[in-house]
């Protein structure tokens, strides 16, 4: 699977849009972008994800580059309570499902 | 809703207990998987099972063993726990992706909110 890369942190205040970036320079043709989340003390919560084109649902828009080397998940009005380590995952589908690794992250914090 | 549940919020066990740590999913998902999550190293696979009596090695399973001899239940099973296991154990769930995947929603991997496990 590819590796990601996002940044550690980030700042957000609260009604404003926030644009969590992850590069993936490494993806290959049939890997797909994931995003995931985890609120303090719970299990993550898948968000989105997407294999080129943008996609958009009820929580966030995810837009890929064109040559699908970085993506930015934007969640359109945050509020307090999207304070949370947002992950980024690259990973092909297998027969069985997909497999998902997980790394440190980015750690969004949405201020009033 | 999707849910899925496991035993114990919280569990303080002893080195060298045998300690099992079960998961419950209602949606009659395929797939199910074992993580563990420790600070800095982020979450990672312990095993995962695509069907009942089936079973696949992730990426850490030394020290572990599981069970599924039911499609809704999957067990993690901690033979003789060891401090190095003190850790947050997260159970998932999801469909499984027939042959080549054609339907989006069969990639959400639904989790449970974890259990805490102390080993002293």
């Known amino acids: 699977d590819a590796k990601t890369t996002q940044p550690t942190s980030m700042d957000c205040a609260e009604g404003r849009a926030a644009n969590l970036p992850c590069n993936h320079s490494t993806i290959s043709g049939n890997e797909y972008v994931y995003w995931y989340r985890q609120i303090h003390s719970q299990g993550p919560q898948y968000i989105i994800h997407?294999?080129?084109n943008n996609e958009t649902n009820e929580m966030a828009s995810l837009i890929i580059t064109e040559d699908r080397k970085s993506s930015t998940l934007i969640l359109p009005h945050a509020t307090l309570r999207d304070t949370a380590v947002y992950y980024c995952i690259v990973t092909a589908p297998m027969e069985y499902g997909n497999k998902l690794v997980f790394g440190a992250g980015t750690i969004l914090r949405v201020k009033s | 809703d999707v849910k899925v549940t496991q035993s114990s919020r919280y569990l303080v066990k002893r080195t060298g207990e045998k300690v099992f740590l079960e998961c419950v999913q209602d949606?009659?998902?395929?797939?199910m998987f074992w993580y563990r999550q420790d600070p800095g190293l982020g979450l990672r696979l312990i095993y995962f099972?695509?069907?009942?009596?089936?079973?696949e090695k992730g990426d850490i399973p030394e020290g572990y063993s599981v069970s599924r001899e039911k499609k809704e239940r999957f067990s993690l099973i901690l033979e003789s726990a060891s401090t190095n296991q003190t850790s947050m154990y997260l159970c998932?769930?999801?469909?499984?992706?027939?042959?080549?995947?054609?339907?989006?929603?069969?990639?959400?991997?639904?989790f449970g909110p974890g259990t805490r496990l102390t080993v002293t």
């Open positions: 099972s695509y069907d009942v009596k089936m079973k």
């Open positions: 949606m009659d998902h395929e797939n």
């Open positions: 997407g294999l080129k």
């Open positions: 998932a769930s999801s469909l499984r992706t027939p042959g080549t995947p054609a339907v989006k929603w069969s990639y959400e991997q639904y």
